[in-house]
């Protein structure tokens, strides 16, 4: 089937190479000529695992393209729309610039019986609204929400665990476009991948209900964190011992610093927001609650090195090892690492970075800061040291006997309660975690 992605982020981008590498044909369309400069040469504008690999097979195969020219969509069977929705500079709720501009510029290139599948996270209400544009074509216009977690993105777009389909009632017996779209998954769809055919309102709650439940899961145990660390009482052991419930389960009960990235934080603003507008505001008023918990724990971080060096980081050497929001990743959009690592350099303390894949986008946004990308290097001197990316680099392939060779320093702050405090502490370390003694 011949297909196009209006968009090519990280969510455009990620969905065109996997759709043209299960078979389809795909035509990946942006208003940014170097990002298509780039993916039309097969090279990946951001690291994530198994993209580069399959853009460069789609490209090679011809089976991929890319084009600043919207005019190219003419033909598709399918035009996915995966274009941001950020937050709004002057409040929570979610911009959907990029949503209506897409749309309209895609308009004139629709024909009869076309499907636009919106995949972009936007506010309960969005898909009614731009329904009729795309109706009068003679389109059909589904949503089909995306969920992805970057580091594991190809995956779950090749292997999801679900996928959903929101479609409106248009009245239409010539197109059928749930129809359509289990050809489009047709790999999914064949090994028995639940397929669940909603309402367009469904569908657009669908996303925001699952980022609000983990963003919420996050929050409590580190809400959990706030009342060991005044008991003496070890979060780890409570989320295990609390995990081992299966109406609870352990994923997502770890304890530290929070999540940051470019779709928990602000989605769960803009679902805040569009609440407010529908009147329900109460309804997802814990929400403003999560989102401060969160927050509250970069404060958290910040004043465990404070504390361990004698309370002023004045002058002192801190290495933060991590960069991106999460590992895997380079992204830097809200990035808690970042954020520390701010807030140390503005007391005066001299900060370090080290991250695997992510330093070039952190040194453009706060050049202020000292990037070494050898990790060893970055250690060397350190008075201090605080985890906040969980890479395998730090967590698993960082030894403390090793880290001993490197710096006199010996104060480790664990901030995603990562490491094995005890072999830590053996080797001479002051240890520090997030809820923990």
């Not at 197109?175 to 991948?193: F, I, M, N, Q």
Request: glycine share 10%; net charge negative; hydrophobic share 45%.
């Amino acid at each position: 089937m011949r297909l196009s992605v209006i968009g090519c982020g990280y969510l455009g981008a990620v969905h065109a190479a996997a759709m043209a590498s299960i078979g389809h044909e795909v035509v990946g369309i942006d208003v940014d000529e170097r990002k298509i400069a780039s993916l039309s040469r097969g090279e990946a504008p951001f690291f994530e695992p198994g993209l580069q690999e399959i853009l460069t097979e789609g490209i090679a195969s011809g089976r991929l393209t890319f084009t600043t020219d919207m005019a190219a969509a003419r033909g598709a069977k399918v035009h996915f729309v995966g274009v941001g929705t950020p937050q709004q500079k002057d409040g929570y709720a979610a911009d959907l610039t990029y949503v209506n501009a897409a749309i309209d510029g895609l308009l004139p290139f629709l024909s009869a019986g076309d499907i636009v599948a919106g995949k972009s996270t936007v506010p309960v209400g969005t898909a009614a609204g731009l329904a009729p544009r795309v109706e009068k074509t003679g389109a059909v216009l589904v949503w089909n929400p995306e969920f992805l977690r970057e580091g594991w993105a190809v995956q779950d777009t090749i292997d999801p665990d679900r996928l959903v389909v929101g479609i409106g009632d248009t009245g239409r017996a010539d197109v059928d476009p749930a129809a359509v779209l289990r050809e489009v998954y047709h790999p999914s769809v064949a090994k028995g991948t639940p397929f669940i055919v909603t309402d367009l309102a469904t569908a657009e709650l669908v996303k925001v209900a699952a980022n609000a439940f983990l963003a919420t899961k996050i929050s409590f145990i580190n809400a959990m964190a706030e009342i060991a660390e005044v008991t003496g009482a070890d979060v780890t052991q409570l989320a295990d011992a609390i995990g081992h419930d299966a109406r609870i389960g352990r994923r997502f009960l770890g304890a530290g610093i929070g999540f940051g990235g470019g779709c928990l934080p602000k989605d769960i603003r803009a679902f805040s927001a569009r609440a407010e507008e529908l009147g329900r505001g109460e309804s997802v008023a814990f929400l403003r609650e999560i989102d401060a918990i969160n927050l509250r724990r970069r404060d958290r971080a910040v004043d465990l090195v404070v504390d361990a060096l004698g309370g002023s980081v004045f002058k002192k050497n801190v290495t933060v090892l991590g960069a991106a929001f999460k590992p895997h990743s380079d992204d830097i959009r809200d990035s808690p690492a970042l954020d520390v690592a701010v807030r140390l350099h503005g007391l005066g303390a001299w900060v370090t970075i080290t991250d695997p894949a992510a330093l070039e986008n952190a040194r453009r946004q706060h050049p202020q800061l000292n990037y070494v990308e050898d990790r060893d290097e970055a250690i060397r001197g350190a008075d201090a040291l605080i985890l906040v990316t969980e890479w395998d680099e730090y967590r698993r392939q960082l030894s403390p006997d090793h880290a001993s060779t490197l710096t006199e320093g010996r104060i480790v702050v664990d901030g995603r309660n990562g490491l094995d405090a005890g072999a830590w502490r053996a080797a001479g370390w002051t240890y520090y975690g997030m809820g923990r003694p």
